[in-house]
């Protein structure tokens, strides 16, 4: 009984929806493979189309391996008109969408990811739901070609920073030490 | 005086490593302002070819937007599982489903220009009312590439539950056309199912809820996300 009520009370709602509409989001290429040397930063241009009947929202991230990479998205997030009946390749109405990735330190390694489009509805409408469409990516990243390259731009500043003092430091004792001057606390009385 | 020359040595050396630093990483490295560009240029005769890959998919307007609870299921065994409202076209209940004559509205289409096989994943979050939570683990879902009926000849429904991925919220996705499925009763289950969907193709499902006994009564909403990827060759 207690069931019933709860299926006539309460509706299960994955998500609202228009009644008459069709989501489709496409991507191009469909699987890029490169080779990144660590710290690396390189850029990888993606068309996202969309093959539904309404304007979308989509927006852009990145799964699985690639996850924590240092990414940046231009644009991130975008309006998509549908693409002309019949569809083709290269779409008509894509947006070329920008994703620049930075290679970790790593030994050599495989990363597999993807790049994924998911398309919701335009600001405004009730259609919910998602469906998205991912690019397999797959970089080989190689070791560092310098030493230094293990150290982050944080860690190289601040240790010319701190080498600086400590070297500014030396010269100033070596200074007073050549004038015989001394540092130190005196007591006023 | 050999303290002195000890100091003044330290000292140079000390400047000339950290210099040398900041001028190894600013000017050698490849993303550094030193970079070095140039090109090479040939003559000979060219081929000239674009290639152009892609993949898309494109949902029914039924295929997220899934709603339960306008009837129960029907030839279940299992206690309170109830249909998805368009599984069988808004036709709820009778016998005649198991015949085929009720197609689900739920479908995903690889789009006719696509240029690799796509696999198609599902992964979704707990339905939740408040604090009150119906886990995503309660909906179950079938498929069938061969036409709209996902009905199997034993006349069960039954489909297979999301699995949960343990350390998040989100669940771990699966294909839909289930090539890792460790399921033992999916051989029962006849689903007719393809690993590569190739282009142009449909994919029909349909969906279920099946209600804990000690669950709250509330409204409870919740979200899934379908993700095509390129199939692997």
């Known amino acids: ?189 | 005086m050999q303290k002195k020359g000890f100091v003044t040595i330290l000292t140079l050396f000390v400047l000339f490593l950290v210099l040398g630093l900041l001028i190894g990483y600013f000017f050698t490295s490849d993303s550094g302002i030193g970079k070095i560009t140039g090109a090479a240029t040939s003559t000979v005769g060219n081929f000239t070819a674009n290639v152009v890959s892609g993949i898309a998919c494109t949902w029914s307007n039924a295929a997220l937007n899934v709603s339960f609870g306008g009837g129960l299921a029907q030839s279940l065994t299992q206690g309170a599982v109830y249909n998805a409202s368009k599984n069988y076209e808004g036709y709820i209940g009778g016998g005649l489903q198991i015949l085929g004559h009720n197609w689900t509205l739920y479908n995903v289409t690889a789009d006719s220009t696509n240029t690799d096989s796509v696999n198609i994943t599902m992964s979704g979050r707990h339905l939740q009312s408040g604090a009150n939570i119906l886990g995503i683990t309660n909906v179950t879902w079938m498929s069938n590439q061969t036409n709209g009926n996902a009905s199997v000849a034993s006349g069960s429904q039954e489909g297979h539950n999301f699995t949960y991925r343990g350390n998040t919220t989100l669940f771990e996705g699966f294909n839909l056309t289930l090539v890792a499925d460790s399921d033992p009763k999916l051989i029962l289950r006849l689903r007719n199912f393809s690993n590569q969907l190739t282009a142009g193709s449909t994919v029909w499902y349909r969906f279920w809820l099946m209600v804990p006994g000690s669950q709250v009564q509330a409204t409870y909403a919740g979200n899934y996300t379908q993700t095509c990827t390129a199939a692997l060759t």
């Open chain 1, 1 to 189: 009984m207690k069931k019933i009520a709860i299926i006539i009370i309460g509706m299960f709602l994955f998500n609202l929806a228009l009644a008459s509409a069709s989501i489709g989001i496409g991507v191009s290429p469909s699987k890029v493979f490169d080779v990144l040397e660590s710290k690396e930063r390189r850029n990888y241009t993606f068309i996202i189309y969309n093959t539904g009947n309404i304007d979308v929202k989509a927006r852009m991230s990145l799964t699985d391996d690639l996850e924590k990479w240092d990414v940046k998205f231009y644009p991130e997030e975008f309006i998509l008109k549908p693409e002309p009946e019949p569809h083709r390749l290269p779409p008509v109405n894509g947006q070329t969408v920008v994703v620049s990735l930075k290679a970790p330190v790593s030994k050599p390694k495989k990363f597999t990811g993807h790049v994924v489009a998911s398309a919701g509805p335009s600001d405004g409408s009730s259609f919910g739901g998602s469906g998205a469409v991912a690019s397999r990516m797959e970089i080989e990243v190689l070791e560092p070609k310098h030493f230094w390259d293990y150290w982050t731009k944080k860690q190289i500043i601040t240790g010319s920073v701190v080498t600086t003092l400590v070297l500014l430091m030396l010269i100033g004792l070596f200074i007073m030490k050549k004038k015989r001057l001394r540092l130190g606390f005196v007591r006023n009385n």
